[in-house]
C-alpha cells in the first residue's frame, strides 16, 4: 500500500529506476530507448530528472558531430581557395603564348571612340599582334604590372615618364606635336592659375598628372580634379566643380557639340605636347611590331588622332 501511494503522489514522467522492480513491464525494466520515447510521448517538462547516460548520449553527441561538420567543410573550403589560387598563378603566365605568343601591344590614348570598338578594329588591322586598349590609367598600369607588354601607344609625356623613346611617331598634317587649351565658362582664364582648381584626365597617376598639368598652366600649385575618362570632363564645368579644363585642341570640337554652356578657350601657357606615339620595350619584337603598325590604314590612323607615322 505505501508503494501504490508513493506512485501516485509521483509525476507520470519522473523516471526513478530501480534495477529491482516486482512489477512487471514497469519503467525500470523498460530499454533506455524506449524510456525516452516514453518520456517524449509523456512531454515532460524542461526540468525532467533525466538519467545521466541519456543525456549525454542524445544531447551531447550531435553538438560535437555538428562542430566536426563545420570545421571538415571549412577545411574543404580553404583547401579549395587554396587551390584555386595556385591555379591561377600558374596560369597567368602562359596567357600570351595561349594566343600563339605574338607581341603584346598596349594602347592608351583618350579618344572619342570606345575602348572595345578601337580594340576590335585594331586587332583586325594588326592581326600578328595581341592588342589590348586601355581608357583608363589604373587599368593600363594593373595590367602593366601584371605582364609587361612589348609595345606601347601613348603620348610622349607617357612615354617618357617610362623611361622610353618614340620609335614611331605620329603625325598630324606634318606635325608632331600639338597644343593643350584651357576650357572655361563665360569667360576666358586669364591671369595667374595659382590656387585655381583644373580637371584633367588621369594620364599618369597622381603626382605625374599634378606635374604635366602644373606644367602646361605655369602654375606650380594649382589645383588638379583627375579623371578617370575624358567624358568626365564636361560634368565639372557643368556643375562648376573646377574652375577650367585643360584638354588637348583636338578635342574641343567634340566638346562643345556635347554641350550648351558658352565655352572659351585659350591655348596653356606651357607649350605643346607630343601626339600618339609608339615606344617598344622588347627590342626583340619591335621590327615586327613597326611593320605592323605602319601598314595600317588611314582611317584607324585618323581614330589615333594622327594621319601618318614618322620612324624615330
Not at 73 to 87: E, H, N, P, Q
Not at 97 to 109: N, R
Not at 215 to 240: H, I, N, Q
Not at 289 to 299: E, M, P
Request: charge should be positive; proline fraction near 5%.
Amino acid at each position: 500500500m505505501m508503494l501504490e501511494e508513493q506512485r501516485g503522489r509521483e509525476a507520470p514522467w519522473a523516471l526513478k529506476p530501480t534495477r529491482h522492480s516486482a512489477e512487471s513491464g514497469s519503467m525500470a525494466e523498460k530499454p533506455l530507448a524506449a524510456q525516452g520515447g516514453e518520456l517524449l510521448r509523456n512531454r515532460a517538462p524542461a526540468e525532467v530528472d533525466l538519467p545521466a547516460r541519456l543525456s549525454e548520449r542524445a544531447l551531447m553527441q550531435p553538438r560535437v558531430r555538428c562542430r566536426s561538420r563545420v570545421r571538415s567543410s571549412t577545411m574543404d573550403w580553404v583547401r579549395y581557395l587554396g587551390a584555386a589560387c595556385l591555379l591561377a598563378a600558374v596560369g597567368a603566365a602562359p596567357l600570351v603564348s595561349a594566343q600563339g605568343g605574338k607581341p603584346v601591344l598596349h594602347v592608351f590614348l583618350q579618344l572619342d571612340a570606345k575602348s572595345g570598338a578601337l580594340e576590335k578594329m585594331l586587332q583586325q588591322q594588326l592581326p600578328n599582334l595581341t592588342v589590348t586598349v586601355f581608357s583608363r590609367y589604373r587599368d593600363l598600369e594593373d595590367a602593366s604590372a601584371a605582364a609587361k607588354p612589348d609595345g606601347l601607344i601613348a603620348i610622349t609625356p607617357i612615354l617618357e615618364q617610362r623611361g622610353k623613346k618614340p620609335s614611331l611617331q605620329g603625325t598630324r598634317s606634318g606635325k608632331d606635336e600639338e597644343a593643350y587649351l584651357l576650357v572655361s565658362v563665360g569667360a576666358v582664364l586669364d591671369g595667374s592659375l595659382s590656387g585655381k582648381t583644373i580637371g584633367a584626365v588621369d594620364v599618369m597617376g597622381r603626382d605625374g598628372t599634378q606635374s604635366f598639368v602644373a606644367g602646361l598652366v605655369k602654375a606650380k600649385d594649382v589645383k588638379v580634379k583627375r579623371v578617370a575618362k575624358t567624358e568626365d570632363l564636361l560634368p565639372l564645368l557643368e556643375f562648376s566643380a573646377a574652375d577650367g579644363i585643360l584638354i588637348p585642341s583636338s578635342a574641343l570640337a567634340r566638346l562643345t557639340e556635347r554641350t550648351r554652356l558658352d565655352i572659351k578657350s585659350k591655348e596653356a601657357p606651357g607649350g605643346q605636347v607630343g601626339l600618339p606615339a609608339l615606344a617598344v620595350f622588347n627590342d626583340a619584337n619591335k621590327e615586327a611590331i613597326t611593320k605592323a603598325l605602319s601598314a595600317v590604314d588611314g582611317a584607324t590612323k585618323k581614330i589615333l588622332g594622327i594621319d601618318a607615322w614618322s620612324v624615330r
